[in-house]
């Protein structure tokens, strides 16, 4: 389970632009947990994944994972236990190393170095039935630098990497959303597979709201640093796109209302 308790954080303190963007913000997501989370720019979602990775420090307030506070812990330690996969396909993989390379590192993430090889045949095999089970040729191809991969390979190498070891929570940064549709497809099919079959707790964020809608087992919009709407289970299976869209609606008017009563 991840617990977020009391946190606050704000942007540019001290200065004429200081922004409190959490105030007293509380978030819970159970084990095995799929949650989508949407919201428009500025409201807190990248933020919240920055926080929980630990990327961004938060002002007060508490994160707990599986009972554990890490609110102190640094980024580089979390990864051990909490995986994640970014926008653009480049961050998660080396472009200048194999894919075999590539496989070794992420299979040997947080073991401890020593003499012995990172690399031997029953790897080799183990590697190549992962492969195999994305079902785009990259089997047989474990020689060739990751750079040469395109968009939608990279972004399936970098989803397999990143849960190659187990880990206890997934976060998925709109990492379908500098891809072509056709290979978004694939990528979110592959990505539903992965958690389902591994039972990982996952947050995804993204802009897809038909994604947000299809996928996972729980729906969170946010803005300016709240949760604005919360579905899960029956309710999130009864939840369309248009529910999405009125809400975001309802938020855009109040804020132009907020904004023209804060001329006068």
């Not at 640094?74 to 993989?93: C, D, S, W, Y």
């Not at 947080?110 to 492969?131: H, M, T, V």
């Not at 187990?166 to 549709?181: C, G, N, R, V």
């Amino acid at each position: 389970m991840l617990e977020l308790r009391g946190i606050q954080k704000h942007y540019y303190p001290g200065t004429a632009h200081e922004l409190c963007l959490f105030d007293h913000f509380d978030f819970t997501v159970g084990d095995q947990e799929f949650v989508t989370v949407v919201g428009s720019n500025g409201s807190g979602k990248t933020s919240l994944l920055n926080m929980i990775c630990g990327s961004i420090p938060v002002d007060l307030g508490q994160i707990f994972l599986r009972g554990k506070d890490i609110t102190a812990m640094p980024e580089h330690r979390r990864l051990k236990f909490i995986g994640r996969v970014f926008q653009n396909p480049a961050m998660g993989t080396c472009s200048g190393m194999t894919l075999l390379e590539n496989l070794s590192l992420a299979d040997n993430k947080g073991k401890p170095f020593g003499l012995k090889k990172g690399i031997d045949a029953k790897r080799i095999s183990r590697y190549r039935e992962a492969l195999r089970e994305l079902n785009l040729g990259l089997e047989e191809n474990l020689d060739i630098p990751v750079g040469a991969l395109s968009g939608g390979q990279r972004q399936a190498l970098a989803l397999l990497m990143s849960t190659m070891t187990p880990i206890d929570f997934l976060i998925l940064d709109e990492h379908t959303a500098a891809l072509d549709p056709g290979t978004a497809e694939r990528i979110m099919e592959l990505t539903d597979k992965i958690v389902k079959e591994k039972g990982i707790t996952t947050i995804m964020v993204t802009h897809n709201l038909r994604y947000a809608v299809e996928y996972g087992t729980r729906l969170v919009m946010m803005h300016q640093g709240k949760v604005v709407m919360d579905r899960s289970d029956r309710e999130k299976e009864q939840l369309k796109i248009d529910d999405i869209l009125d809400k975001f609606n309802e938020i855009s008017m109040g804020y132009a209302k907020e904004q023209n009563l804060q001329k006068y």
